[in-house]
C-alpha cells in the first residue's frame, strides 16, 4: 500500500493536456498538500466485445496513447495503462495506491454513463471523491437540455438558438506546466507502459497506409497548419469541398476530436480567432458550423433513447429495411464490390486508410439505403464505427439517421446518383483509378460505368467487367424508384412491412469475416 495519498485522473476520451479541465482539478491543493498524480487508461475489454474497432484505429489509440505518456513525463507524470474492466480495476487499485480522488472527463454514450456511475458508487464506498468535468463537448450539454425545456433540440437551428443564450464559449484551458514536486509521479514500474501494437496481437498485415498519426501534438500540429490557412478557413463552405479529391478538401480534425486529443473548445476558439472581424461564411456550413453539427448530434445522442437504433428509438422513422448482415447486396457494398466504381473507391479508401470525406460518406450512406440496396442504416453504421478512425457513437448514429431519410432529413426523394456525384469533382476519375487500380486503363468515358464499354474496350483495358471487376449489383435507375416508392409509403406511415420487433443483429465483425486478434490479449491479461 502506497502511503502518499494518490489522485487519479482517468483517461478515457480527453487525451490530451491542454484544455482539460478534470486533469487540472486533479492537480488542485486540498488544505495546504498535493497528491501524488497517477494518470490512468484502461484498456476494458467491453470495447473488444461490444464495439467494433478495426486495426487502424487501434493504431491511432496506441499512438495516442504513447503520445499522451510522452507529454505527461514531461510535466513530471506518466501514463498507467491497466488491463481490465473499470470497476476490477478500481476496487484492486483505490486500496493499494491510496487513492483520495478520482477526476475524469464526463461520456455521454450509453455504456460510459453506466459504467461511470458504477465506479461512483465504488468510488464512494471507499471514501474517494469523483470530479467528473465536460470537456469533449463545447456546450456542457446537460445545459443545453435543459435551456430547451428538458429535451434535446432536434433541428439545428433550434439548437443554435438555444446555445446562442450561452454567448462565448469560455476559453480553452491551457495545459499543466511541471508538476509541484509533490504532485510528481514516483511509480515507475514497466508493467504499466503503454503496449506495442504487436504486442495487443493487432495483426499488423492488416494495417492500412499511415496517414493521420495519432496523438495531441499531430493533433496541435494539424490544427494550426489548417488555421495558418486563414482565408481558407474564411472561405470555407462544406457543399463546396470535393468528396473525391487525392488529398483531403476537409480538415480531418475529425479522429482527433473523437479521441479528444485536440479540445472541440479550442478548436472553435480558433476559429473565431480568425473569422471575427473578416468577412467569413457561417454555419452551417462554414467549419464553426461543421462543430456545432458535432454538439448537435451530441445532444440528440445524450437524450435520445436508442439512438443508435431504429426500434424504440423516438426520433427514428420506422422503414421496413433489409436488416440481414448475410445479404449479399450489404456484403458487396462493405467490400467496396458494387460495380459502382465511384461507390466501390469510396469503401476502399475507408478500409484501408480510416477517413473518407463527408459528402463520400453521404455517397455510400444513401447508396446503401434509400437510394439503392434497401439495406438498413444500423449495418452501415457498424461498418463504419469497425473502420473509421473518427467512429464516433453519437455523429455516427445521427449521420446515419439523417442520409436514410430516418431522422433529422426528409427529402427522401432526393437521392445521389452513384455516377453523377463523383463526377462534379472529379471528371476523369482520378480518385477511382487511385483506389480502383484495376480500373486505371479505361477511357475516362467509361470510368463511372464500365459496364457500358464495349468488350474490346474492357480487353485493352485490361479489366474484364464481371471477371476482373464485378458487373453493377444493381440498375440505379430502377431501383431508385422502387425504393422511392417504398419510402413514400413508410413516411405515409405503411405499417405493415415494418419489421416491428426485428432489430439489426450486431455482429462481432460487420465488416471482417475473423473476429478481431485483439481479444487474446485481453483474455491474458
Ligand atoms: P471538417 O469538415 O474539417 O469539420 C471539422 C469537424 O466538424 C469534424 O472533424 C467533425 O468533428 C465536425 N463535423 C463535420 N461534419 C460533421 C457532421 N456532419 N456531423 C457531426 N460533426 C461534424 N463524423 C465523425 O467524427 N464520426 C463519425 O462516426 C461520423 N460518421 C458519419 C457517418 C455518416 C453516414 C456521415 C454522412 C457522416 C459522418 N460523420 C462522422 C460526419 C462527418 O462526415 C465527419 O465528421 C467529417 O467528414 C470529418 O472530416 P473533417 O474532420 O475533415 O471535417
Given at each position: ?10 483517461f478515457?476520451k480527453?487525451?490530451?493536456?491542454h ?39 487501434w ?195 475529425s ?9 472541440p ?55 421496413p ?57 444500423e ?83 485490361g ?47 460487420a465488416?471482417n ?13
Amino acid at each position: 500500500m502506497n502511503n502518499k495519498p494518490v489522485v487519479i485522473h482517468w483517461f478515457r476520451k480527453g487525451l490530451r493536456l491542454h484544455d482539460n479541465p478534470a486533469l487540472l482539478n486533479a492537480l488542485e491543493k486540498v488544505g495546504e498538500s498535493h497528491y501524488e498524480l497517477r494518470p490512468v487508461f484502461i484498456l476494458d475489454p467491453w470495447f473488444v466485445k461490444n464495439a467494433k474497432v478495426g486495426p487502424n484505429r487501434w493504431r491511432f489509440l496506441v499512438q495516442s496513447l504513447q503520445d499522451l505518456d510522452d507529454n505527461l513525463k514531461k510535466i513530471g507524470s506518466r501514463l498507467f495503462i491497466l488491463k481490465g474492466s473499470p470497476t476490477e480495476m478500481f476496487k484492486k487499485y483505490f486500496k493499494e495506491w491510496n487513492v483520495k480522488k478520482l477526476t475524469f472527463e464526463v461520456d455521454i454514450e450509453p455504456y460510459a454513463k453506466t459504467r461511470d456511475e458504477e465506479i461512483k458508487k465504488l468510488a464512494d464506498h471507499h471514501s474517494v471523491t469523483v470530479v467528473a468535468k465536460v470537456s469533449h463537448t463545447i456546450y456542457d450539454l446537460e445545459k443545453v437540455f435543459k435551456a430547451n425545456g428538458n429535451k434535446a433540440p432536434l433541428t439545428y437551428v433550434k439548437f443554435q438558438s438555444v446555445v446562442a443564450k450561452f454567448g462565448t464559449p469560455e476559453k480553452a484551458l491551457n495545459a499543466p506546466g511541471k508538476l509541484p514536486k509533490q504532485c510528481q509521479t514516483l511509480l515507475l514500474s514497466d508493467k504499466y507502459n503503454v503496449p506495442l501494437l504487436e504486442e495487443m496481437q493487432v495483426d499488423l498485415t492488416e494495417l492500412g497506409k499511415e496517414l493521420y498519426r495519432g496523438g495531441e501534438t499531430e493533433a496541435l500540429a494539424r490544427m494550426e497548419k489548417y488555421m495558418s490557412q486563414q482565408d481558407w478557413v474564411c472561405k470555407f463552405s462544406k457543399p463546396d469541398t470535393s468528396p473525391n479529391s487525392i488529398e483531403p478538401s476537409t480538415t480531418v480534425l475529425s479522429p482527433y476530436l473523437k479521441f479528444g486529443c485536440l479540445s472541440p473548445r479550442l478548436m472553435y476558439q480558433r476559429l473565431h480567432e480568425i473569422i471575427d472581424g473578416r468577412k467569413h461564411t457561417s454555419p452551417p456550413t462554414s467549419l464553426t458550423g461543421q462543430m456545432l453539427w458535432r454538439e448537435f448530434y451530441y445532444t440528440c445522442g445524450a437524450y435520445t433513447p436508442n439512438f443508435d437504433r431504429m426500434v424504440g428509438n423516438p426520433v427514428c422513422k420506422q422503414i421496413p429495411w433489409k436488416v440481414d448482415p448475410e445479404d449479399e447486396h450489404f456484403v458487396a457494398w462493405k467490400n467496396g464490390r458494387t460495380g459502382y466504381p465511384f461507390i466501390d473507391a469510396i469503401m476502399i479508401q475507408l478500409r484501408t486508410e480510416g477517413w473518407i470525406h463527408h459528402l463520400a460518406r453521404h455517397a455510400v450512406a444513401c447508396f446503401l439505403t434509400r437510394g439503392d440496396l434497401w439495406v438498413s442504416w444500423e449495418l452501415g453504421q457498424q461498418v463504419f464505427e469497425e473502420l473509421l478512425l473518427d467512429a464516433d457513437w453519437a455523429l455516427n448514429a445521427g449521420n446515419w439517421m439523417w442520409l436514410s431519410a430516418s431522422a433529422f432529413f426528409h427529402s427522401y426523394f432526393r437521392v445521389y446518383s452513384p455516377v453523377a456525384f463523383g463526377k462534379k469533382t472529379d471528371k476523369h476519375g482520378d480518385y477511382i483509378k487511385k483506389y480502383l487500380p484495376i480500373l486505371k486503363k479505361f477511357p475516362t468515358e467509361y470510368i463511372y460505368e464500365p459496364w457500358k464499354a464495349p468488350l474490346s474496350v474492357q480487353k485493352t483495358a485490361g479489366c474484364i467487367i464481371g471477371k476482373d471487376y464485378p458487373e453493377r449489383i444493381v440498375d440505379h435507375d430502377v431501383v431508385m424508384k422502387e425504393n422511392l416508392a417504398k419510402m413514400k409509403k413508410a413516411y405515409q406511415g405503411g405499417k405493415e412491412e415494418a419489421p416491428e420487433g426485428e432489430p439489426v443483429k450486431r455482429k462481432k465483425s460487420a465488416s471482417n469475416e475473423s473476429p478481431p486478434k485483439i481479444t487474446k490479449f485481453f483474455k491474458k491479461n
